[in-house]
Nanobody, 121 residues
């Protein structure tokens, strides 16, 4: 059984930075798709970033967020800089048994429990 556990969320002022981590277990993730999504109160879950051998970002975070992975540790990270109040959401790590990039949440098979990120103005 695949398990994903996020950490690193918290409260940060606008303009600050946070680094989210996602620890994966139950499978070797070396070439598989890993992604980050977020969901703000009253809104639908939205794509943030994804990584296989390359990366993809939502336009709203491009240039501010960086996704990376450490295959030796079965981990994926999301470095978030220049945070804005509109980045406030629960952030979810997700995994798919695919080697292609996709921004569609329905194509991800496994999800973490989420970590709260709150950006104060």
């Amino acid at each position: 059984q695949v398990q994903l556990v996020e950490s690193g969320g918290g409260l940060v002022p606008a303009g600050g930075s946070l680094r989210l981590s996602c620890a994966a277990s139950g499978r070797t993730f070396r070439s598989y798709l890993m992604g980050w999504f977020r969901q703000a109160p009253g809104k639908e879950r939205e794509f943030v970033a994804a990584i296989t051998w390359t990366t993809s970002y939502a336009d709203s975070v491009k240039g501010r967020f960086t996704i990376s992975r450490d295959n030796a540790k079965n981990a994926v990270y999301l470095q978030m800089n220049s945070l804005k109040p509109e980045d406030t959401a629960v952030y979810y790590c997700a995994h798919a048994s695919a080697s292609y990039l996709t921004t569609v949440s329905g194509e991800y098979e496994y999800w973490g429990q989420g970590t709260q990120v709150t950006v104060s103005s």
